[in-house]
């Protein structure tokens, strides 16, 4: 019960010369949202793809709920569920038929759960899926992870394709409610590029930069540690100069520092400037991703 729901040790996976995972090491505890950011190509696919033996790594191990996913496929498939980047059905079936399809695979399937979402989502189930569009297909994608109440719930872009309403619908109250039925053991993996919508769900994170790990933190403490200074002068000042700040802009009569766990003396600094008006903020999960650029890898 005390194994990690996920753990990825040292994992490589190249393509041709192209190393697309390159020494990545991750470790996910149940109960947790884990947010696993980065651009188009960064490795967080292949990644997943890895951990659920759809590819084999070249070198490193995967885990999930203890188990080698390779040799215990079925045990570990059989307690998750799985929304890809590109979702496709059987053309010729209808959406109830693909629910009912799905469903047959597994053991326990909530009933009250579809109904609510086929509703929610406006589909109709005698539509085939053959004409159903893209944000539909993730709906009914979406559906059919959420109604088997699975441990794990390994998304990779799951909104893609949905307008924003359904999109923010389905984040704040889906996976929240799915989460929240049992909170404990209940995880969610979720690899987005839309990580504001995440935002008050996401309990810890990894960034990652051409297959390597660049940040691994808890939400919270990425708050704290990444604040947002803003200042405005009276006058225009002399260039200044903040060493330890991630990064400085200053624009006439304003600066604006970013600190890396070093807000307190670099805003002192800036008291002593006297400026007209000082402010501090946490940045954003999204900021975060936007300025981990500027970090060293594993910083």
Not at 276 to 294: A, K, M, T
């Amino acid at each position: 019960m005390n194994n990690p729901v996920i753990e990825i040790r040292e994992l490589h996976r190249r393509y041709g010369r192209l190393d697309a995972v390159n020494g990545l090491s991750l470790t996910v505890h149940a109960g947790k949202c884990y947010g696993f950011f980065g651009r188009n190509g960064a490795g967080k696919t292949t990644t997943i793809k890895c951990l659920l033996n759809l590819l084999r790594p070249n070198s490193g191990t995967t885990s999930v709920f203890g188990l080698d996913p390779q040799k215990h496929e079925v045990a570990v498939k059989s307690r998750l569920a799985y929304v890809p980047d590109a979702v496709a059905f059987y053309p010729w079936m209808t959406v109830r038929s693909t629910l009912e399809y799905l469903a047959s695979f597994r053991r326990h399937w909530n009933q009250d759960i579809e109904a609510d979402l086929l509703k929610r989502f406006q589909l109709d189930p005698n539509q085939k899926a053959s004409h159903l569009s893209k944000g539909q297909r993730t709906q009914l994608a979406l559906i059919g992870a959420i109604c088997p109440e699975p441990e794990l719930l390994v998304l990779d872009e799951p909104t893609s394709g949905l307008d924003p309403i359904v999109r923010r619908e389905f984040i704040e109250t889906v996976i929240g409610a799915y989460q929240s039925g049992d909170p404990q053991h209940r995880t969610v993996f979720v690899s987005t590029h839309l990580i504001s919508e995440f935002e008050g769900l996401i309990d810890e994170f990894t960034i990652i930069e051409q297959g390597r790990e660049l940040l691994t933190m808890e939400a919270d403490a990425a708050r704290d540690r990444f604040r947002k200074i803003r200042a405005r002068f009276a006058q225009p000042p002399v260039p200044l100069d903040f060493p330890g700040a991630l990064n400085v802009k200053q624009n006439g009569r304003e600066v604006e520092v970013l600190a890396n766990g070093n807000s307190e003396p670099l805003l002192e600094k800036l008291k002593s400037l006297s400026p007209e008006e000082l402010r501090c903020e946490s940045l954003s999960l999204e900021e975060i991703f936007v300025v981990s650029g500027l970090l060293k890898p594993n910083a």
